[in-house]
């Protein structure tokens, strides 16, 4: 048991599986986030409220969703790398800082268009605003400072401190809307009890943020071997897994 979960420590057992399953996730994303997002666009029916405008939904609310999931993910990856000192923990959290980093891009830019035509501006200082206005910040953060250490082990370091500092704005982010008085609406999927959601709209809103998370895992493989690449370059695994003699 405890060998098999040492394997996923392992930068060349990473390696090999991540080449495995990189195409499955990539073609999984491609397929689901199509379906989702014609769907939504074409089949599901106009909100009675927003009309046509609604449907920006299909990109920000799976864009938004992504953004706290992969910036848990990445610190708790930073996480395991700080207390059990896994070197493959810190190259995955670094290669998912980017990558969160697009994602909450995409949910602010998606917001500020969607919100012009419902609240008449782009951009107000709401809590939820706010809050993921923050975690862009947190990205940017953790990115920077990874890039102004020279020395891997301490960049690994204080990069993994600062993402598990930053974990406490994602509640923050999650509850904005009911802990505060806000412009922003009210959950409409993870409520408790039936979505307020048609399920008409709400099945195409399930396939692209299923296609998102595809998308993601896709990506971060791709990332993470990269990252893997590049700290492992002188190994003789390495050489030999890429041919080179």
Same mark, same amino acid.
């Not at 199509?34 to 014609?38: D, E, S, V």
């Given at each position: 048991m405890w060998k098999f979960i040492h394997k996923f420590g392992s930068p060349p057992h990473f390696y090999r599986l991540s080449v495995v399953l990189t195409p499955w996730f990539g073609w999984a994303a491609a397929i689901l986030i199509? *379906?989702?997002?014609?769907g939504g666009l074409y089949l599901a029916p106009p909100d009675y409220q927003q009309g046509e405008g609604f449907r920006i939904i299909y990109v920000h609310v799976p864009s938004a969703s992504m953004s706290m999931f992969v910036y848990v993910n990445m610190a708790l990856a930073a996480a395991v790398g700080l207390i059990w000192r896994i070197k493959? *923990?810190?190259a995955v959290a670094a290669a998912a800082a980017p990558i969160g980093a697009s994602f909450t891009f995409l949910a602010l830019a998606t917001g500020s268009i969607w919100a012009k035509p419902m609240w008449g501006t782009w951009w107000v200082w709401d809590a939820r605003l706010t809050s993921e206005l923050v975690l862009l910040f947190l990205y940017f953060g953790y990115m920077a400072l990874r890039a102004a250490i020279d020395d891997e082990n301490r960049a690994d370091r204080a990069s993994a401190l600062l993402a598990i500092i930053g974990l406490i704005n994602i509640p923050i982010i999650k509850y904005s809307v009911e802990w505060w008085n806000t412009l922003h609406q009210p959950a409409t999927i993870s409520k408790m009890g039936k979505p307020a959601m048609d399920g008409d709209m709400l099945t195409w809103l399930l396939l692209n943020i299923a296609g998102f998370m595809c998308f993601f895992i896709a990506v971060l493989l791709i990332s993470a071997r990269a990252e893997v690449i590049r700290r *492992?370059?002188?190994?003789k695994w390495l050489k030999q897994a890429l041919g080179v003699t």
């Open positions: 199509t *379906a989702g997002t014609l493959l *923990a810190h *492992a370059r002188d190994q």
